[in-house]
């Protein structure tokens, strides 16, 4: 009874202390926000309705009058180098290094902040510098790799790319399908130069890192041919089915030539005709009709197109459709069928695109490397219709 007589006493006591301590804090909160300068909150609205001039002179206010509030340097900085003013932002993030207070974080910190003006502001070369410097600090080391690894890939300095990639490699991102783009670059630029065995190499490089590699197979059975060897890179263009089957219309017309030097233009034709009904969604219907009309005659050609289309209704196969039929058409009909056939045309040269599957850039050349995101191998490689 004496135990239950002074837990009733105590609980009393529990609470008293509960209420007062969170009266403590409540008045500790409501003196830090009395201490926050008007100027930040005004700053902060600016920035919500996207006033960024606003923004940034109530920042700046509140920058001068709270010169060692670094998280205020820091975020007025990066404001100016959103609005583009690279040369304030670098001047303030040099003079917030001369404070001599700063932790050697707090320093790694906004060096790495510097780093991004020079590069945003076009100086590659003081950027790299600074991030190199920094690859060693424990809190930004990481992210300066990062960034270097953005600018040899801007310099097209594919040998560094690839090091400072493998560097980065962790448990959840392998960098792997990135190295292998990187060795397919190295290996373009050989294959351009003529030097058919470091290419061969590179493209080695590239099977390493990422067995499944489409633009690796493309560039050997480049190679191949190249090199006087049509056998051995119809295998190699044939092995993309296995890799990815939608590239599959990147490699078909080198396809055919190849058949077609050897003698063989019914077993590449007969080659496209099974890609096509296989995969409908390639876009093969064009390259079709051509060598069909070619070797088989119009009339075969015709009936390529109208399976093509039936199986896929789109509008370049509807305007190699209506082409095919134009000779049997009376003139009255013929006319007809040009302003009919410009119309597709038109609409097909707007609509139809490759699209970013990351940030769904588009546009109507093919990129290995999204110009928009930066991704690699994430364009469409067959054209979409867009609306």
Not at 274 to 293: I, M, N, P
Request: overall charge negative; charged content about 25%.
């Amino acid at each position: 009874m004496d135990i239950d007589l002074w837990w009733l006493l105590l609980f009393p006591a529990f609470f008293g202390l509960g209420w007062l301590a969170a009266r403590v804090d409540m008045r500790a909160v409501l003196k830090q926000a009395r201490e926050v300068p008007a100027g930040f909150y005004k700053g902060l609205d600016a920035l919500v309705d996207d006033r960024t001039d606003v923004a940034a002179r109530s920042l700046a206010e509140v920058a001068r009058a709270h010169p060692q509030a670094l998280e205020v340097q820091l975020s007025l900085g990066k404001l100016y180098r959103r609005r583009g003013e690279n040369d304030r932002a670098i001047r303030l993030h040099q003079q917030v290094l001369e404070q001599p207070d700063l932790s050697n974080e707090q320093k790694a910190l906004v060096r790495f902040e510097l780093s991004q003006d020079f590069h945003k502001a076009g100086l590659v070369d003081r950027a790299e510098e600074i991030l190199v410097k920094l690859l060693p600090s424990q809190t930004m080391g990481r992210a300066a790799r990062e960034q270097l690894l953005s600018i040899y890939q801007q310099d097209r300095d594919w040998e560094k790319a690839v090091a400072t990639a493998r560097e980065l490699r962790s448990d959840a991102h392998s960098f792997q399908h990135e190295v292998a783009q990187f060795f397919c670059e190295l290996a373009q630029g050989a294959l351009y130069q003529s030097d058919y065995d470091k290419a061969r190499r590179y493209v080695q490089e590239a099977f390493a890192a990422n067995r499944k590699c489409v633009r690796a197979s493309i560039l050997l059975g480049d190679i191949e041919v190249a090199t006087g060897q049509p056998d051995a890179a119809i295998a190699a263009w044939q092995a993309i089915e296995k890799q990815n089957y939608e590239y599959l219309a990147m490699a078909a017309e080198r396809l055919f030539d190849a058949y077609e030097s050897l003698g063989k233009a019914a077993e590449g034709i007969a080659l496209l005709r099974g890609y096509q009904r296989t995969f409908s969604q390639l876009e093969l219907t064009d390259l079709l009709y051509q060598k069909v009309a070619t070797y088989e005659g119009e009339a075969k050609a015709l009936e390529a197109v109208r399976e093509a289309v039936h199986a896929r209704p789109n509008l370049l196969g509807v305007y190699r459709l209506v082409e095919a039929q134009m000779d049997e058409l009376s003139p009255e009909g013929r006319m007809d069928a040009e302003v009919a056939r410009a119309l597709i045309m038109k609409h097909a040269q707007r609509l139809t695109v490759h699209r970013c599957k990351r940030c769904n850039f588009r546009s109507r050349a093919f990129f290995w490397h999204c110009p928009a995101c930066g991704e690699w191998e994430s364009f469409t490689p067959n054209r979409s219709e867009t609306h």
